[in-house]
Each structure stands twice: as C-alpha cells, then as structure tokens.
C-alpha cells in the first residue's frame, strides 16, 4: 500500500533537518510490518512440495492450506483499525509482532496438517492487521510535507520482504542439499524456512518500543501534552505546537465516520464508484500474481526445472518486482494512475499469453523444450514487472484517492475485503487448475488482464494532481 508523493508546498510545515533522520527511523520502524507482511505472505512458496509429500495430499487439500491465511488476513485488516483506535497504534503493532512470532514457531513445528493450517491463519491475522496500521500510523506521524515519500516505505518493505523470503528459502535448499524435505538443524528444510520469521518478528516487536505513540491517538484519549512531545520530535521545536493539537482535533471532531449504509445507492445494490474500486480489487489479483509469489517453485518444478533452480527464479522473480514497484513509484505522480494501469495491463497479458503458449508444449523426459522454457521463464519476469510498475502500485494510491471524503474509509474497506477474497479465490484454486490444465489456466489470466483494458479505459478515471475534496 502505498501513499502518492506530495511535493512541499509554501505553507506546509516541513520537519527540521535534525529532525528529519528520527522521522525516516520511526517511518522504517513502522514499515517492518510492511516486511513481515511480504515475507509471510510468500515465504510459504518454499514448502508447498514438502507440504504436499509429508502429509501425502491433493492438490485441492494443499491449496486450502496454502490459502486459508487469507481468511485471517482479511479478519485482521477488518479489526485492526477499531484495535488501534481502542489501545494504539503501537499496542496493535506489538499483538502484530507476537501473533508473527507464534505462527512462525507453529508453522515450523506442526504436529498434524490441521494446526500447521491454524499457524497459518494467525500469521495471516498478523498480517491483514500490520496491512493496516503501518500506513495509518505513518500518515499520523510523518510531517506532511514527506507524508508521501515515508508512505511508500510500507510497499517498498512488502516488496523486499518477498525478495528476502526467496533469498532466504533458495540459501536454506541449498545447505539441505537441494531437498525441500532435507534435514537442517534437526528439522525438515521447509520447516526452518517458515521458522526463520522468527528473527524479523521479534525486531518488529523490539522496534515497536523504540517509536512513539500517534499524536492523533494521544490527543483522542487526551494526553495531549505527551502528543505535543511527539510532534516537537517529528515536526520541529519552531512548530506552533498548540495550533496543531487543535488542528488535529478539529480535524477529528469533523470527520465523518463513513458506514456500509453510505456505500447503497443506484441500481446495483452499491454506487457506481464502489464497484468500480471492487473492480480495481479483483483484477488486480485475478491476472494471478499471487501465484508467482506463492506457487512459483512449485510451478517451474512442474515442468522440469531442477528445485534449486525454481527457487533461485523465485528470487530472481522478487527482484524484478522490486524493480517494478521502484519505477512505479517514480511515474506514478508525473504519467499518471490511469496510463500507468493500462501500461500494466497490455504488458501483463502479453506476458501472461506467452506463458500459456510455453506451458502448451508437451514436456519433453519431463521438461520443457528450450525453446518454450525460456519463454516461459523470461515472460514470467515480463508479468510481474509489468504488474509491479502498474497495478501492483496504482490500485492502491487510486483507492486511496477516488472515493469521496463522506464514503472513503467505508469504501476502502469493501474494496480491500474484495482483494482478499478475490486473492482467495486465486490462491485456493491454482493448484487444481494446474492438475487440469496449465495452459489453459494462463489463458484464464490472460484473458482477466486483456479485460482490465477496456474496464481502465471506460470505468477509471484519472486522479493525478486532483484533491481528495475535488473527489466529492
């Protein structure tokens, strides 16, 4: 999730230069979530062939496994803000950073399938909540003239949590001797990969101590001379310290607290502009990009690849989305959310089509043809650039932006809740769709991509450069 940079503007108070470095550790702090948030969602890439041998399954018992910490994602996206506004922002990070930790333990010690798939839902939790509080808990703290740029530290940290997971699952198959099942400090390879969560967990916990409370939150439960500490910190000793507090009080005595009922309206049981944020939601996830960070070793072993080498394209894979999501963030405020998306989408489909063009080809001694691996492996890499520098971006700032002020946080959370569904419904389904037929399931992506096109061009329009209170 990430924020639209803001230019400083004449008038806007900007942190002191001294105090600018605290602001970037406390942003950095907060965005470990964002870290944990990547490194679990993907890390499970690394222990579906495992998973599926140890425990002798299907494929559609393992997809529910793999894709039943949505469940708890979308549970804790929906209680974490009313848990934040309860006890804190920085209390919700510390459950968060716990919640992280014992999943890992339980993920890494299962007794029996059923409580590995419990450990995979309180991790989820942890992560639908950490979805939430790091960027609410940003915006609350960082100085407004760097509101945008401290924003996008939580995608940045999701992106290179993914990438770190790969990384870190590729070096652990290697000193297993390239066995996901191989024996490493007295346990299975894909057990220690799950459990080496643990290390950034903790960190985000001990972090957690080391930033302080939101002023926003301090204020609405009326410790407001430690809110005025906070912001002296943040802002600036020469910030006219009272005139903030009050500001942040009008602000919030002022705002509409947005509800399900606001989103009814028009012929379709929602708004017109709900639905077209739900279809922001599911296209997003329904081109498959969750597939390459939670199936792709799995996938190239499928057609032959050696399993050191499909983790190694895993990281690989990681890597170009941290490439794309940095060249997202540079053009998403000077092309626009609205050619960004559609650039996104002709190259996701292009990518997506020659994938299910390779996966046609009948394997040969159990793998691909040359010719077809490599097209395969490099347009994989096509996709998900092309989703990272797009939608994997531009969905996230248009949400943020395109409701109107009276729907907006009622509107996000439909849309967001769309998300997880829709990520659900990719990730539990992929494993039996594969088993059917993998062309045929690349074809089906393809197809979604192709569709976003026309959706973008008729339905989306442009934020850039427009206000929220423009919006309606």
């Not at 470990?32 to 948030?37: K, V």
């Not at 960082?142 to 590729?170: C, D, E, H, K, T």
């Not at 992506?445 to 450069?465: I, M, R």
Request: charged content about 15%; overall charge neutral.
């Amino acid at each position: 999730m990430t924020s639209t940079t803001q230019a400083p503007q004449s008038g806007v108070r900007t942190a002191q230069p001294e105090h600018l470095g605290h602001v970037i550790f406390i942003a950095a702090a907060a965005a470990m979530g964002g870290f944990l948030f990547g490194y679990d969602s993907s890390v499970i890439n690394g222990a579906v062939e495992a998973i599926r041998t140890k425990y002798d399954i299907g494929s559609a018992a393992l997809a529910q496994v793999i894709a039943i910490a949505l469940i708890g994602c979308a549970v804790g996206a929906a209680t974490a803000g009313r848990i934040a506004d309860r006890i804190g922002r920085i209390r919700c990070m510390q459950i968060a950073a716990v919640l992280f930790t014992i999943s890992a333990v339980g993920s890494a010690l299962p007794f029996a399938l059923w409580d590995l798939a419990l450990w995979r839902i309180v991790g989820g939790f942890a992560i639908g909540m950490a979805s939430v509080i790091g960027p609410a808990y940003i915006a609350e703290v960082a100085p407004p003239a760097y509101r945008g740029r401290l924003g996008s530290f939580q995608q940045a940290a999701i992106v290179v949590g993914i990438a770190v997971s790969q990384l870190v699952n590729w070096g652990l198959l290697n000193a297993a001797g390239g066995d996901q099942r191989g024996h490493l400090m007295g346990l299975e390879a894909w057990q220690v990969m799950l459990g080496v969560m643990v290390v950034p967990a903790v960190l985000y916990g001990l972090l957690s101590f080391a930033i302080p409370e939101s002023p926003r939150f301090l204020i609405s439960v009326g410790k407001h001379e430690r809110a005025r500490e906070i912001l002296a910190e943040v802002e600036g000793e020469s910030t006219d310290l009272n005139a903030r507090v009050a500001e942040i009080e009008l602000a919030m005595k002022s705002e509409h607290k947005s509800t399900f009922k606001d989103l009814l309206g028009g012929g379709f049981f929602f708004k017109p502009i709900v639905w077209i944020g739900i279809g922001l939601s599911v296209f997003q996830q329904f081109v498959g990009i969750n597939v390459a960070f939670y199936y792709s070793s799995t996938l190239w072993q499928s057609v032959g690849v050696d399993p050191t080498d499909s983790f190694f394209y895993s990281f690989t894979t990681s890597i170009i989305n941290i490439v794309g999501t940095v060249i997202a963030m540079i053009f998403v405020d000077r092309v626009g959310r609205k050619p960004l998306a559609l650039i996104g989408s002709i190259g996701m489909a292009v990518g997506l089509a020659l994938e299910a063009w390779a996966f046609s080809s009948h394997l040969v001694d159990g793998k691909l043809p040359a010719t077809q691996g490599w097209v395969a492996l490099i347009a994989a890499h096509v996709f998900v650039l092309f989703f990272a520098l797009s939608w994997g971006v531009v969905v996230w700032v248009m949400l943020g932006e395109m409701f109107p002020n009276k729907i907006r946080a009622a509107a996000l959370g439909v849309a967001a809740a769309a998300q997880w569904i829709a990520n659900w419904a990719i990730t539990a389904s992929f494993p039996s769709l594969a088993d059917w037929n993998l062309s045929g399931t690349y074809v089906i992506y393809t197809v979604c991509a192709a569709l976003s096109v026309p959706f973008v061009l008729k339905f989306v329009k442009e934020t850039k450069g427009k206000s929220l209170e423009e919006m309606g």
